[in-house]
């Protein structure tokens, strides 16, 4: 039986409708497949993948119904009753941001965990976002007027002040000191662009630039507006030896508004531009 043909243009177009509007509440669970199916290039059966997250739903609606509503009843069945952990001995394992792969492994990355976190509370009709925590993604639930903030790579913890001052330690040093933007909401289109930006650096670090460049369109179909991934696409479109593309992505870059931290790469992007142009005539 033949498979049928996979569409990127497509899927791409249909990532970007997913994730039009503000952005600060998008369907987290059907923009992630999504991704996963790009990230492949072939068709998937999704339906099993829904259906896994909406039994793991299921499970801790029916615990709140029998104990009540505590943040602990995320953990008790995402973390124990479906096993899913923290990777830290493959850490950078692509897998671990490939939301089909991490479901099919139950491990993954921190904002990997934290976005079926995030769809299972969000289920329940609790309040949930992520943290702008640095170096390790954390997550904040709302449940009846009390907010906590929930750690999904290591099993679903509830973070206290005192395990929160340790992990800041932890992760920028002994002399971090805590501050209120720590704490402050991302928006879903950030935690998305997190997520892949994840697979982009380590691509990078790889200098697999035509599997990069597929990263960098499926952050621009999130988020088509932020300046630095137009320039990035020109950046891997150079390495790539596609002038016309690059020339493209540069231009659309210097169209954008003016950012703060902006000038040196307007500079640079100028520069190449000038550069490519020349390589054409």
Not at 161 to 180: E, F, I, T, Y
Not at 226 to 245: C, M, S, T
């Amino acid at each position: 039986m033949t498979r049928p043909e996979f569409d990127t243009a497509k899927q791409l177009a249909r990532l970007k409708d997913l994730c039009a509007g503000d952005g600060q509440r998008l369907d987290m669970l059907e923009v992630t497949l999504t991704l996963s199916l790009l990230q492949r290039g072939e068709p998937i059966d999704l339906v099993p993948f829904r259906q896994h997250v909406a039994q793991m739903s299921a499970a801790v609606a029916d615990l709140v119904r029998r104990r009540g509503a505590t943040p602990e009843s995320l953990a008790e069945v995402i973390a124990r009753s479906f096993a899913y952990r923290g990777d830290s001995q493959t850490y950078d394992d692509l897998q671990n941001a490939d939301i089909v792969r991490v479901i099919e492994r139950r491990k993954g990355l921190p904002v990997a965990l934290a976005i079926l976190y995030l769809q299972v509370a969000r289920d329940q009709g609790w309040d949930a976002e992520g943290l702008a925590f640095p170096g390790h993604f954390l997550i904040r639930v709302a449940i009846d007027g009390a907010r906590y903030v929930v750690d999904p790579f290591n099993d679903g913890l509830v973070r206290d002040a005192a395990d929160l001052r340790d992990l800041l330690h932890k992760v920028l040093g002994p002399n971090a000191q805590p501050m209120s933007g720590h704490y402050d909401p991302v928006s879903d289109r950030d935690v998305l662009l997190r997520l892949e930006n994840n697979i982009r650096l380590r691509l990078v670090q790889r200098e697999d630039w035509p599997a990069a460049m597929k990263v960098v369109d499926r952050m621009l179909a999130i988020a088509p507006n932020q300046p630095v991934l137009q320039y990035e696409a020109g950046q891997i479109n150079v390495r790539l030896d596609k002038r016309r593309a690059a020339i493209a992505s540069f231009e659309r870059f210097l169209l954008m508004d003016e950012s703060p931290g902006d000038h040196e790469m307007r500079q640079h992007a100028t520069a190449l531009l000038q550069e490519l142009r020349h390589g054409l005539n």
